[in-house]
């Protein structure tokens, strides 16, 4: 079993994108989904998670930016990316909260550049 994320793509500041993520290869029921990044040298970060009740997290950095949804029916996530910066940049990874470490899909690319 493993995530699949889509819907990135190359925009300039201030656009938005919006990314989904389905899972692939069986079923899993998860108390949270979690949205992730990774810019070029750094390290993986969490940036928004959303629980079954609702309830969403948000890294400072995205806050009022980003909001996070799902739709636990159809068992997808969703991402909406918007006044995205060039520091948004990175490629964006769904998974759980806590994480699933053999569940990591190949992530979609967001770059941002004028």
């Known amino acids: 079993v493993r995530f699949v994320e889509s819907g990135g793509g190359l925009v300039q500041p201030g656009e938005s994108l919006r990314l989904s993520c389905t899972v692939a290869?069986?079923?899993?029921?998860?108390?949270?989904r979690a949205w992730y990044r990774q810019a070029p040298g750094k390290q993986r970060d969490l940036v928004a998670s959303?629980?079954?009740?609702?309830?969403?997290n948000y890294d400072d950095s995205v806050k009022g930016r980003f909001p996070i949804s799902r739709d636990s029916a159809k068992n997808v996530a969703f991402l909406q990316m918007n006044s995205l910066q060039p520091e948004d940049t990175a490629v964006y990874y769904c998974?759980?909260?806590?994480?699933?470490?053999?569940?990591w899909g190949q992530g979609t690319q967001v770059t941002v550049s004028s």
């Open positions: 290869g069986g079923q899993l029921i998860l108390q949270r």
């Open positions: 998974n759980a909260d806590p994480i699933l470490v053999n569940a």
């Open positions: 959303i629980g079954n009740d609702g309830t969403k």
